[in-house]
């Protein structure tokens, strides 16, 4: 059965320290994985897309990379306006049906 | 940018009433989907349609069925709604343009069921 695993569920992290998030994924015949962020009360923002293993796309201060079992979304220097819910989705057929992890919520304090 | 649109925010309903969740998108997708979101399960996906009166069951669909008579809208129906359908409920469209394959979220409608 597909999986896709998050961790950790919650982050707390100083304005300026940098961090990492974890999307461990098993899934036969990966096409893409998705990172989305999420406000409160809102719907999902689009981030990032990956293909394949050893990609890596950068926004601002977010970061993410994909190897053949798990994807990162590097946060570096945060400040409070990237607190939000992470999230990490993969995609195995051709419909654009996406599997999501549970999502990890990042607090940045001043 | 890609609009979807839901047309409700918060939705309050009695149980076993016929619930309807309209969403629109103004990008001419052919791909759109049905989420639940509940604390701690994440994201599961209801429907999910890839033209129009064209629709396929995704993981959860016990309970709900879907509408997709014009290509921008895409309508979720909780026949007789029941408390375990209290969720925030998420549409999307698919885009496959620009820099590669993304869905884009509406603001989500949080629907109570009493």
């Known amino acids: 059965e597909d999986q896709v695993t998050q961790s950790p569920e919650a982050l707390r992290l100083q304005e300026g320290e940098s961090s990492s998030l974890n999307c461990s994924y098993t899934v036969s015949g990966l096409r893409g994985l998705f990172w989305y962020r999420q406000d409160p009360g809102k719907g999902p923002e689009f981030l990032f897309t990956?293909?394949?293993a050893g990609e890596e796309k950068e926004k601002e201060r977010l970061k993410a990379t994909l190897t053949k079992k798990e994807s990162f979304l590097h946060i570096t220097a945060p400040k409070p306006e990237d607190s939000a819910t992470y999230l990490c989705?993969?995609?195995?057929?051709?419909?654009?049906?996406?599997?999501f992890g549970a999502g990890t919520q990042v607090v940045v304090t001043p | 940018d890609v609009k979807v649109t839901q047309s409700s925010r918060y939705l309050v309903k009695r149980t076993g009433e016929k619930v309807f969740l309209e969403c629109v998108q103004d990008m001419d997708h052919e791909n759109m989907f049905w989420y639940r979101q509940d604390p701690g399960l994440g994201l599961r996906l209801i429907y999910f349609?890839?033209?129009?009166?064209?629709?396929e069951k995704g993981d959860i669909p016990e309970g709900y069925s879907v509408s997709r008579e014009k290509k921008e809208r895409f309508s979720l129906i909780l026949e007789s709604a029941s408390t375990n359908q209290t969720s925030m409920y998420l549409c999307a469209s698919r885009s496959l343009q620009g820099t590669g394959e993304k869905l884009f979220f509406g603001s989500g409608t949080q629907l109570s069921v009493l």
């Open positions: 990956l293909y394949s």
């Open positions: 989705a993969a995609s195995t057929d051709s419909w654009g049906k996406l599997q």
């Open positions: 349609s890839y033209d129009v009166k064209m629709k």
